[in-house]
């Protein structure tokens, strides 16, 4: 999936190590093959190629996928869109070419092929039905494929471990007896220091989208990677957004979300969901905005400002 996964189980656990690490990876490469965007033979390419041709049969989780897609784009009133991506196309650095702003016209133009609500799914089979339309499962993928993973784990018989790809993690039970697993908080504007940790409930689930690893500069000015398919413009204000959640397909839809949403108007969506969030405004010095529930969880590492979401 174009990233690391990790899995790690606590020291009375040792020797399920192996066994256990070797059915995870069976199943990455199984869910790779059907989701990933980077193989031109899975279920999500074959189904971008026939866009606004002819439904396809897609395999069960390419459409349980689908169908979670559509259920958190309609959460986030469209602030999370797996249709996102011939937007994102126009603000990608191409190799050679000096960096430029998108015309409204090209614009309005990809964005006429953007829309999460369009997706048709039939029984077992999908449709996408404009030409050029297309899915990309990338920004709930990862924390699908996570608790995946974990289910299974727990099944065969594992009581305390870690799962962890690509920053989408979930863990079970401890990382020793009376020791919570925790998780670091990196801080966005300097990639080699964190600034708190959380403590993981067990079953629990985090994940964390930023703009600093991946943006492009125009003119001077950087803009992010993560766009506000409303708009077709990067999101801002926020530098990182990690969320705390009950499985990982939720942490991982509901970070790209918030991100985009922004704090005052992700509170009614955190309420619903009964998800936590550490919002970081794009600003100096840096603060961490939180919900309630996550203040007890937080241990910090560095000298920063806590303040509880304004508006909560």
Do not use: C
């Amino acid at each position: 999936m174009g990233t690391r996964s990790t899995l790690t189980v606590a020291g009375s656990e040792k020797a399920r190590l192996t066994p256990a690490t070797a059915e995870t990876k069976r199943m990455m490469q199984a869910l790779e093959a059907e989701l990933s965007i980077y193989r031109s033979d899975s279920a999500v390419s074959r189904l971008n190629s026939v866009a606004g041709v002819r439904p396809l049969e897609v395999p069960e989780h390419t459409r349980r996928l689908l169908e979670l897609s559509k259920a958190y784009g309609d959460l986030t009133s469209g602030a999370f869109d797996i249709t996102v991506g011939p937007v994102v196309d126009l603000w990608r650095p191409v190799k050679g070419r000096t960096p430029s702003l998108p015309s409204d016209e090209a614009l309005k133009e990809a964005l006429a092929r953007v829309g999460f609500r369009q997706i048709q799914i039939t029984g077992g089979s999908a449709f996408l039905p404009a030409k050029g339309m297309r899915v990309d499962l990338g920004g709930i993928g990862k924390g699908y494929a996570v608790d995946f993973a974990w289910e299974r784990s727990r099944s065969q018989g594992t009581s305390n471990f870690m799962f962890d790809l690509g920053g989408n993690i979930r863990v079970s039970g401890e990382a020793q007896p009376g020791v919570a697993w925790a998780i670091a908080i990196r801080d966005p504007f300097n990639k080699a220091s964190t600034l708190a940790k959380i403590e993981m409930p067990d079953e629990w689930a985090l994940a964390t989208s930023g703009q600093y690893e991946r943006f492009v500069e125009i003119e001077g000015r950087r803009y992010g990677h993560i766009i506000d398919p409303r708009t077709g413009y990067p999101a801002v204000g926020l530098a990182g957004v990690t969320v705390l959640a009950p499985n990982a397909t939720m942490a991982d839809a509901l970070s790209t979300g918030l991100f985009v949403l922004g704090p005052k108007a992700g509170i009614p969506i955190l309420k619903k969901t009964r998800a936590e969030a550490v919002f970081i405004p794009d600003k100096q010095p840096t603060e961490l905005w939180v919900t309630p529930g996550i203040e007890a969880k937080l241990s910090l590492l560095q000298d920063v400002k806590v303040k509880v979401i304004p508006g909560w």
